[in-house]
T-cell receptor, first 115, second 108 residues
Framework: ETGVTQTPRHLVMGMTNKKSLKCEQH?????MYWYKQSAKKPLELMFV???????ENNSVPSRFSPECPNSSHLFLHLHTLQPEDSALYLC??????????????FGPGTRLTVL | GIQVEQSPPDLILQEGANSTLRCNFS?????LQWFHQNPWGQLINLFY???GTKQNGRLSATTVATERYSLLYISSSQTTDSGVYFC??????????FGGGTRVLVKP
């Protein structure tokens, strides 16, 4: 799938660093999502945005801060992370609102390592 | 919330073999998707199949919504089929919930 892009693809950061993950969808979709995939765990939904408005925060710690300036872009700002936050972070988008049952399309992910 | 269970958790196949992956879910759904995650982490949509049967090349899927399960068939498997296969479902108004995945290794 080339419709959803994510940068960077790999990121290594220290616990005191601040970094941001970027996601862009070129599909004209209205909903965007952040997921976390840790080793040996199912994908976990983190945040949902519908029409730029956050509609779900799945009990995510405040050291993860999402931003959705428009329907095509989604950021995840990271600060004072912990080693257990190391994971693959996946962005997705769908045409309709979350919960409507529309197909979700995923980006390639950012593999994050926190030292 | 809805529970999604996939079986088997791991599957080793010889190239050319056929296989069936299963996804059971605990409640009615309005969306069911099958994904393939390649070794680089990319999740590729395989099927959007809340009910019925679909085929795409060597892959096909069947969802029996009334009995709350879906099956993914891989025929004449190839080494490029290796990776993790995920089933994910949405109950009305709720988030997409993923199963634990089936890790497939196809040996040449």
């Amino acid at each position: 799938e080339t419709g959803v892009t994510q940068t960077p693809r790999h990121l290594v950061m220290g616990m005191t660093n601040k970094k941001s993950l970027k996601c862009e969808q070129h599909l004209g979709h209205n909903a965007m999502y952040w997921y976390k995939q840790s080793a040996k765990k199912p994908l976990e939904l983190m945040f949902v945005y519908n029409f730029k408005e956050q509609t779900e925060n799945n009990s995510v710690p405040s050291r993860f801060s999402p931003e959705c300036p428009n329907s095509s872009h989604l950021f995840l700002h990271l600060h004072t992370l912990q080693p257990e936050d190391s994971a693959l972070y996946l962005c997705a988008s769908s045409q309709g609102q979350a919960g409507a049952g529309d197909t979700q399309y995923f980006g390639p992910g950012t593999r994050l390592t926190v030292l | 919330g809805i529970q999604v269970e996939q079986s088997p958790p791991d599957l080793i196949l010889q190239e050319g073999a056929n296989s069936t992956l299963r996804c059971n879910f605990s409640d009615s759904v309005n969306n069911l998707q099958w994904f393939h995650q390649n070794p680089w982490g990319q999740l590729i949509n395989l099927f959007y199949i809340p009910s019925g049967t679909k085929q795409n090349g060597r892959l096909s899927a069947t969802t029996v919504a009334t009995e709350r399960y879906s099956l993914l068939y891989i025929s004449s498997s190839q080494t490029t089929d290796s990776g993790v296969y995920f089933c994910a479902v949405t109950a009305a108004g709720n988030k997409l919930t993923f199963g634990g995945g089936t890790r497939v290794l196809v040996k040449p």
